[in-house]
């Protein structure tokens, strides 16, 4: 039973867990889990969460650890030992196995899911960025009126209608467009639909 712990500086903390990792994944399978210092790597951390990849994150004896977003993402202070190190690494395995993919955006106007597509206007695939980013998290109404009119004056007016017509249109896919009052919206997969 291996420890790591304060007497090793972080860096070789997140190379020893991630060396732990890999040996892992390669003995039992399942997607990668990438590991990372945190708060040291708070940038890169955020670019995974937008992506949807699981991750854990190496927390110091002293440093606040990060609240996961989702259940995707999971930590671990050091000094820990290897065997709590395999516990989450398997947690956070089964979960990114039985999560629902993410849709996806082409960049030819198409919003791709459960291997069926359908067409979105310029606004709505503008709207649809953040809200495929953040799939399954509340973006808020501001963030999308920046997304869906960047050089126009923006009113939730203009959203209202666009917002709808984004809904009808994502339904087929097995996707729901919710609204949560006063504060935004969220893109999540249907219950019981196929991804």
Not at 88 to 111: F, K, N, S, T, W
Not at 125 to 131: I, Q, S, T, V, W
Not at 164 to 174: I, K, Q, T, W, Y
Request: aromatic letters at 4%.
């Amino acid at each position: 039973m291996a420890l790591v712990g304060p007497e090793i500086d972080r860096d070789n903390d997140v190379v020893h867990i991630a060396v732990v990792e890999h040996v892992e994944r390669s003995l039992h399978g399942g997607p990668a889990v990438t590991v990372l210092s945190w708060p040291d790597q708070r940038d890169r951390v955020d670019e995974l969460r937008r992506l949807g990849v699981p991750r854990l994150l190496v927390v110091g004896p002293h440093d606040d650890p990060a609240m996961p977003p989702d259940v995707l993402e999971d930590w671990i202070r050091v000094p820990c030992t290897d065997g709590d190190v395999r516990t989450r690494l398997a947690c956070l395995r089964d979960h990114a196995e039985h999560a629902p993919r993410r849709p996806e955006l082409d960049g030819a106007g198409r919003l791709i899911f459960g291997g069926r597509w359908v067409a979105l206007s310029i606004v709505e695939e503008r709207l649809a960025r953040p809200l495929v980013e953040q799939f399954g998290l509340v973006v808020g109404y501001d963030e999308l009126l920046q997304a869906g009119w960047p050089d126009e004056p923006k009113g939730k007016n203009l959203l209202r209608p666009r917002v709808s017509g984004l809904r009808r249109r994502v339904a087929p896919l097995g996707l729901e467009l919710r609204s949560v009052r006063e504060i935004g919206h969220v893109l999540e997969a249907r219950s019981g639909a196929s991804t």
